[in-house]
Each structure stands twice: as structure tokens, then as C-alpha cells.
């Protein structure tokens, strides 16, 4: 009996003294892990902005897929909010500040427990290269938060492996979401050519992108410093493709709203193009589907009874800039494939540009 009063007392001491080492943890904590993405910083953060998007890569959902998930009426930017009841009872989070493609500040709170903070920050560390990083914080921790930390080795060793998770599976969604394309062919149109500015080359098929690169900017650089008004998005016009040679020709043009005299001694020079029928051709999302489209436009015109026009014109259009919209699967290129004229007209006829 006595050694039993012995045993209860060194229990007893033992709860106070863990009791009184959870007291003195720190009250506060902050976990803290960033992932570099192949992506425009704006890409991840529109999708992080938006509550929609979470359930596609939450590492807590996955771990849990039976969570009930119940978005607020308004889930994006300053005010969004969305709440969840999973094995470890309920939980909500709101987002209350934000910086355009910058930065991401939340609260996330677990029952009725003190909220905690999520901050994120997308550093962009090249066009199509962002670092984003993933914090939590929390101050005034209740003794029983604590405790569990202390049982589980720590805030960090909870929390961090989440975040490395949930950030693993944003990239992927990410990536994913940036090779969604779509190919229509619109029919038969008319393109109503007008004056352009160009300049011309000569190359290899591989070299061609580099080239396009180099010469577009500089006929742009030219409209814009001598004030010449432009009559719509600028395209390529494709001279001559060789693919058993590996040789094309082409010229990098913007449309202009009227004839424009260029110097003698520059490269950039003036044109004009007849007004043309087409197959129109539209492509929805990354430049390097633009083989494809080609295939599919080049492949329609004779499977729906088209000739080719001899030495017509074969444009590449470029309605989005990829500065002003870095999301590959939201750029919009136009193909137009000129064909023979004809005074009849088919179902597949269009009449508008």
C-alpha cells in the first residue's frame, strides 16, 4: 500500500512537471516551406486567390477525401471564404489581404479556436518561373495545441510536410492546366488584307522560332516610335515551308491603318495585301500546338471540296500578348489559309472575320 501512495505521488509530480513543460513552451509558432513552379507568378496566383481551386490540390483533403467542403458566396480575393468538417471536426479560412500576383494573406481557424495565418508570396524568378512560398503562423496558442504539437514532434514536423505536399500537387495542377488547348476550324471567311509593315527572312525550320522572336519585336519597335497606328494583332505570313529541307521564308508583319513610307536604308519595309477568301482557323492555348492546327486547317481545305490558292497567303495571327496574359492555355492564334475563289456558297461559308 505504501509503495502504491509512493507510486500515485510520482505520478502526480510527473503530470505537474509535463504540465508545467507545456506551459513553458513557446506561445507562438511558424512553419514555413517554398517550392519553385515552372510557371508565370500570376498562373499561381490566380489559382491560389480563388477557394475554387483548392479542393484539386488541398494536401488535407487528400488525406482525407471524405471532408465535406462548403465554399462561402464569394470565394476569390479580399472576403473569400470557404468552411470544412472533416475527421478532426471543423474548420474555415478567408482570405484578407492580397497583392496582385504578389503576395496572399489568410486566416485559417479550427473550430473556435484563436485563427491562425497563412501567408503566400510568388516570387517571380524568371517569365515563366515563380518561387512560391507557403507560411503559417499563430500566436496565443491554447495549452492544448501545445500539447499535441509536443506529442507529434513539433509545428513544423505537423505542419511542414502538408505544405511540401499541397504545393508538389499545385505545380502539377498548375502544369496541367497550362496545356489545355482547343483547335476549331471556323470555315470560310473573308480576310480583308490592307496595308502592313514587315520584315523578311530566310532559315531553317528550327531555327525559325529564335528568328520570329528577334524580327517581330523590332517591326512593333518600328510602329510605336514613329507613332503608326495599327489596324489589328500582328501575324506571320508564311512564304515558302520546306520540311524535307528543313527551309522556310516568312515575314513578321502588323497591319496598319494605312500606307506607311519606310526609310531606304531600313529593314523594316511597307506592303500591302488584296483582300483574300480563307479557311479560318482557331487555336485556344500554347503556341506549340500550332503544328497541329496547321495539320487540321491544311487537312480541311481539301476534305471540304477547297482548292489552295497558288502563292495565297498563309497567316499565323496572334491575338493575345503573353505579357498582358501569361497563361499559355488562354492564348488565341488565328490561322488563315487562302483559297481559290468561288461564287457558290457551302454550309461551312462564314462571312465575317
Known amino acids: ?5 509512493y507510486f500515485l505521488f510520482l505520478c502526480l509530480i510527473a503530470c505537474i512537471a509535463l504540465a508545467i513543460y507545456i506551459a513553458v513552451q513557446p506561445n507562438s509558432f511558424k512553419v ?25 490540390w488541398s494536401p488535407w483533403i487528400e488525406k482525407d477525401p471524405n471532408t465535406s467542403i462548403t465554399l462561402g458566396e464569394n470565394t476569390l480575393g479580399v472576403g473569400g471564404n470557404y468552411s470544412w468538417t472533416d475527421s478532426q471536426g471543423k474548420g474555415s479560412m478567408k482570405t484578407k489581404e492580397v497583392i ?18 497563412l501567408n503566400w508570396k510568388f516570387e517571380a524568378l524568371e517569365p515563366a518561373k515563380t518561387k512560391v512560398t507557403w507560411t503559417m503562423t499563430a500566436e496565443k496558442l491554447p495549452f492544448m495545441f501545445k500539447a499535441y504539437a509536443l506529442a507529434n ?10 505544405f511540401e505536399r499541397g504545393l508538389v500537387k ?10 489545355v488547348y482547343n483547335i476549331k476550324v471556323n470555315g470560310v471567311t473573308q480576310h480583308s488584307g490592307g496595308f502592313y509593315l514587315y520584315n523578311t527572312t530566310s532559315c531553317k ?3 525559325m522560332e529564335n528568328k520570329m522572336q528577334e524580327m517581330l519585336p523590332k517591326v512593333l519597335e518600328y510602329a510605336k516610335s514613329n507613332n503608326i497606328a495599327l489596324a489589328g494583332a500582328p501575324y506571320i505570313n508564311y512564304l515558302k515551308w520546306d520540311e524535307a529541307n528543313n ?4 515575314s513578321c508583319c502588323v497591319p496598319t491603318t494605312a500606307q506607311v513610307i519606310t526609310a531606304d536604308d531600313s529593314d523594316i519595309l511597307t506592303g500591302y495585301m488584296d483582300a483574300f477568301r480563307a479557311v479560318e482557323t482557331t487555336l485556344t492555348g500554347d503556341y506549340n500546338n500550332l503544328k497541329e492546327a496547321w495539320d487540321i486547317a491544311m487537312k480541311y481545305v481539301p476534305e471540304h471540296g477547297y482548292e489552295f490558292k497558288e502563292n495565297g497567303p498563309m497567316l499565323e495571327t496572334y491575338l493575345t500578348d503573353p505579357i498582358q496574359t501569361p497563361n499559355p492555355a488562354d492564348w488565341i492564334t488565328k490561322i488563315y489559309i487562302a483559297i481559290k475563289d468561288d461564287n457558290s456558297t457551302t454550309p461551312q461559308e462564314t462571312t465575317s472575320l
Not at 100 to 117: H, L, R, V, W
Request: cysteine-free; charged content about 25%.
Open 153 to 162: 514532434g513539433g509545428f513544423d514536423a505537423m505542419i511542414g510536410p502538408d
Open 170 to 179: 499545385l505545380d502539377s495542377v498548375l502544369q496541367e492546366s497550362m496545356k
Open 205 to 207: 525550320i528550327s531555327e
Open 1 to 5: 500500500m505504501k509503495f502504491f501512495k
Open 100 to 117: 496582385e500576383n504578389n503576395e496572399i494573406d489568410q486566416e485559417i481557424q479550427f473550430d473556435n479556436y484563436q485563427p491562425s495565418n
Open 247 to 250: 527551309a522556310t521564308i516568312f
Open 32 to 56: 514555413s516551406r517554398e517550392h519553385v513552379m515552372e510557371t508565370p507568378a500570376s498562373v499561381a496566383y490566380n489559382n491560389v486567390v480563388d477557394f475554387q481551386n483548392w479542393e484539386a
